[in-house]
């Protein structure tokens, strides 16, 4: 066998030319040739493959399949056939992962060839229709063992995470993590004992928050520069469209705004807000202008929630943490894990506005709550006399 190069060039294009005329004999015998002199690529086992595939012989389309993906395991001819051959064999599951595999990396290189880009479309479409087969499969099983029924609702959430609707968002704040606590993104307000009666005292605290909003005082903008951080380009860094009026800032009462707002004040006593010296808890209207959208971000610290009350939501306004959207209803508590991935928007054209809280989180103790105060106070303080460090 001749091992030079402009000879071997001539015999893989006399193999690739022969695969093309229907000599399909030809063409297996010149790849052979081509390999033996050592200048195989995936394209060139890829072209064996076929000239075995229209031989019937398909153990040697595998095995040549096989050498092509282990050269390059990117090369999409040989993944997309790989599941074509699954699919013959009657394994969909197996086939779909080379189908997932193929459509995803073709949407990452725009550039390979048309003909590549058509057969990733294919394989696309095949891969959705597997994935629908296996869906109905799954449901008809379930179904007979009482799925929709009370009490599988998690399981659900589980059912969407395989079925790949839904994606996993874990707790990852920007400071102090606690461990071993549920990944839960948005609570019921049945859980909080404390929740119906902060509803019922909606009325009064709207009441005070439109006497706030009259008055053209009290509200800031939400994400103020700090002055000893690097402030990077939120668009809403000092950007009144989404405003704070605080009643509680930093753990303190600020005097001028809890005093126009003593319902509000009120209602608030009996909830277990988050109390960390020198930074929790906050208690705030938080306002939203038309057309604003918070981009997706994390809280501090998994050791609080976050509590909404709403109080003037018009349409085209949501709240989203991890998988799950939720519209806020006027009067009704949204409670969520900011530790978690969220974003808000109000694509309305009036002003929307919550009240908003910080709790303690439920699964954690009176001595564990003691200790993570413990912890980020003394963070404050040092900070205070050594400049910021967290955050």
Request: net charge neutral; glycine share 6%; hydrophobic share 45%.
């Given at each position: 066998m001749t091992n030079n190069p402009s000879e071997v060039r001539a015999l893989k294009d006399a193999a690739f030319a022969a695969l093309s005329g229907g000599d399909y004999r030809g063409a297996r015998d010149r790849f052979a040739r081509v390999l033996g002199a050592g200048a195989g690529d995936a394209a060139v086992w890829f072209g064996l493959?076929?000239?075995?595939?229209?031989?019937?012989?398909?153990?040697?389309?595998?095995?040549?399949?096989?050498?092509?993906?282990?050269?390059?395991?990117?090369?999409l001819p040989a993944l997309i056939r790989k599941g074509d051959l699954h699919v013959q064999r009657g394994n969909?599951?197996?086939?779909?992962?080379?189908?997932?595999?193929?459509?995803?990396?073709?949407?990452?290189?725009?550039?390979?060839?048309?003909?590549?880009?058509?057969?990733?479309?294919?394989?696309?479409?095949?891969?959705?229709?597997?994935?629908?087969?296996?869906?109905?499969?799954?449901l008809d099983t379930l179904a007979a063992n009482g799925l929709s029924e009370a009490g599988t609702e998690r399981f659900a959430r589980a059912l969407d995470?395989?079925?790949?609707?839904?994606?996993?968002?874990?707790q990852e704040p920007k400071y102090f993590y606690f461990p071993e606590l549920p990944q839960i993104q948005f609570y019921e307000r049945q859980d909080f004992p404390w929740a119906a009666a902060l509803e019922a005292a909606t009325p009064r605290i709207r009441a005070e928050l439109r006497a706030l909003l009259a008055s053209?005082?009290?509200?800031?903008?939400?994400?103020?520069?700090?002055?000893?951080?690097p402030n990077f380009g939120n668009p809403l860094l000092e950007n009144p469209a989404w405003s704070a009026a605080y009643l509680v800032r930093d753990g303190?009462?600020?005097?001028?705004?809890?005093?126009?707002?003593?319902?509000?004040?009120?209602?608030?006593?009996?909830?277990?807000?988050?109390?960390?010296?020198?930074?929790?808890?906050?208690?705030?209207?938080?306002?939203?202008r038309p057309g604003t959208r918070i981009r997706p971000h994390h809280g501090f610290t998994n050791a609080?929630?976050?509590?909404?009350?709403p109080l003037l939501v018009p349409e085209d306004c949501a709240l989203r943490v991890g998988n799950e959207t939720r519209l806020w209803?006027?009067?009704?508590?949204?409670?969520?894990?900011?530790?978690?991935?969220?974003?808000?928007?109000?694509?309305?054209?009036?002003?929307?506005?919550?009240?908003?809280?910080?709790?303690?989180?439920?699964?954690?103790?009176?001595?564990?709550?003691?200790?993570?105060?413990?912890?980020?106070?003394?963070?404050?303080?040092?900070?205070?006399?050594?400049?910021?460090?967290?955050?």
């Open positions: 493959s076929m000239a075995h595939r229209h031989q019937g012989a398909a153990a040697e389309e595998n095995e040549a399949l096989e050498q092509a993906l282990t050269l390059d395991a990117n090369y969909e599951r197996a086939a779909c992962s080379y189908y997932g595999a193929a459509a995803r990396l073709a949407a990452a290189h725009p550039a390979w060839p048309p003909e590549w880009h058509r057969e990733a479309q294919r394989a696309a479409t095949a891969a959705r229709e597997i994935a629908g087969r296996f869906e109905a499969h799954l995470l395989l079925l790949g609707k839904r994606q996993i968002y874990l053209g005082s009290g509200f800031e903008p939400y994400i103020r520069r700090v002055p000893d951080r303190l009462e600020v005097a001028a705004n809890a005093a126009r707002c003593p319902d509000t004040m009120a209602a608030l006593r009996a909830v277990p807000l988050c109390r960390i010296a020198g930074r929790t808890p906050a208690v705030l209207f938080s306002l939203l609080r929630l976050i509590g909404h009350l209803r006027e009067g009704e508590l949204a409670v969520f894990d900011d530790s978690m991935e969220h974003e808000a928007w109000n694509l309305s054209k009036e002003l929307r506005v919550v009240l908003l809280f910080d709790i303690w989180r439920p699964e954690l103790t009176d001595r564990e709550r003691a200790l993570v105060a413990a912890t980020l106070g003394a963070t404050s303080r040092f900070e205070g006399a050594q400049g910021r460090w967290s955050d």
